[in-house]
């Protein structure tokens, strides 16, 4: 069973446009975090995210954690080819992280 | 401050056979945990080390082991090898135990496992 579930899958878009990526859970986590994986690499971590509600901006990425702590959401604000790689979100709960299906994201020039 | 660490990056080993894999932690850290990822699966949680104590598994068979020193340097064991057990191994750090308020948790590059 998946408790973390990431839409959408797969995302192809254009040098500068926006897009979102959500994480959503039934379950309420003590933290969620980001990380960006490249091929034959392991996750680099993007961001921590702790508090109901919290919203941190890393340059072009804004990460938002739901107020029940159940979810997030990634916004990509004017994608760089450099953005291109595998999302992952991560929900730490007790004695244990749970890593989300995954976004696949091609930032075409 | 060095990341954290894994060895070997590559391996090729025979159905029947047994694998150990090695992480180093970032300086400090007490928590060790790893986790298998595969196309089919994603990554999944195996087990953590805190302060030398095995304290969750996830849903894996026997043959997937571990343990901790006390430097907390970390080994992973699978025995009895299986083709379904080739993946990327991955090894992830943190001060704090894995749950714990703030926490931040650094993953290393992995170990490739192919087993033929």
């Known amino acids: 069973t998946q408790l973390l579930e990431q839409s959408p899958q797969f995302l192809s878009i254009q040098e500068g446009e926006n897009l979102t990526v959500y994480c959503n859970s039934s379950s309420v986590f003590s933290s969620l975090q980001w990380y960006r994986q490249e091929p034959g690499e392991g996750p680099v971590l993007l961001v921590t995210v702790v508090t109901g509600g919290e919203v941190k901006k890393l340059k072009r990425l804004t990460f938002q954690f739901g107020d029940a702590r159940k979810d997030s959401s990634l916004h990509i604000t004017a994608a760089q080819p450099g953005d291109t790689g595998l999302y992952l979100c991560?929900?730490?709960?007790?004695?244990?992280?749970?890593f989300g299906t995954g976004t696949r994201l091609q930032v075409f020039p | 401050k060095a990341g954290v660490t894994q060895t070997p990056r590559y391996l090729i080993k025979t159905r029947g056979q047994q694998v150990t894999l090695s992480c180093s932690p970032i300086s400090g850290h007490r928590s060790v945990s790893w986790y298998q990822q595969t196309p089919g699966q994603g990554l999944q949680f195996l087990f953590e080390?805190?302060?030398?104590?095995?304290?969750n598994k996830g849903n894996f068979p026997g043959r997937f082991s571990g343990r901790q020193f006390s430097n907390s340097r970390s080994e992973m064991n699978v025995s009895t090898l299986e083709l379904g057990d080739s993946a990327l191994y991955l090894c992830?750090?943190?001060?704090?135990?894995?749950?714990?308020?703030?926490?931040?948790?650094?993953f290393g590059e992995g170990s490739w496992l192919t087993v033929v």
């Open positions: 080390y805190f302060s030398e104590t095995q304290r």
């Open positions: 992830a750090s943190s001060f704090r135990r894995l749950g714990a308020t703030g926490n931040t948790i650094y």
């Open positions: 991560a929900g730490e709960r007790t004695d244990k992280l749970i």
